[in-house]
């Protein structure tokens, strides 16, 4: 008895293939785009796929669009702007908001302040020290109104340390039963800032 479903559901396939195959592969592609796949080669992928014609409620071709895929290239289309290292931090420490503080922690899913910043520089490929204090002596010193996202912003005489995400705001891990947040510069006092 097994034998027979099996020998139907076979039959059905090569049936359905054959099917499928006499409507597509006669079928020409108006135009084709080559794609090079990195380590592997290069590709025509057609702009549209022809079918056959009179099939009622069937259109002449069908357009073809792939979609976005890193690390394989598209002649004449444009490849995806690459976040830049300062963004890559920004948006790293952006995306623990709420996560909770929890003293020496450095991620991934609980942070104190230069825990949160170290972490969020190693996302961008950059290494910064551990600490807040050592945080305020790395890197060029700029000033409060020179701020730029990305910049490590320190406060309370160097003991604490965030991340300036722009309009007057930094991201930071502020204190026990706080989660990551981001808050006004001027809502602590201001010790200095780095550019790393």
Known sequence: ???KTV?????????GAATLSALLLPATP???QPVSIPGIGNFDVPDQIQLPAGIPGLPESIPV????MPGIVLPGVP???QASPRQQVVDAAMSRLGDPYVYGAAGPNAFDC???????????????????????????????????????VS?????????YVGDGNVVHAST???????????????AGARRI
Request: glycine share 12%.
């Open 30 to 32: 108006a135009s084709a």
């Open 114 to 152: 230069s825990g949160l910043v170290q972490w969020s520089y190693a996302q961008a490929g950059i290494d910064v020290p551990r600490t807040s204090y050592e945080q305020l002596n790395t890197g060029a010193p700029i000033s409060e109104g020179d701020l730029e996202p990305g910049d490590v």
């Open 155 to 163: 406060f309370y005489g160097g003991s604490h340390s965030g991340i």
């Open 1 to 3: 008895m097994a034998t």
């Open 65 to 68: 669009q792939l979609p976005p």
């Open 7 to 15: 020998k139907r559901a076979l039959t059905a396939g090569a049936v």
């Open 176 to 190: 026990a039963g706080q989660p990551v947040k981001v808050a006004p510069i001027s809502s602590m006092p201001f």
């Open 79 to 81: 490849a995806a702007p």
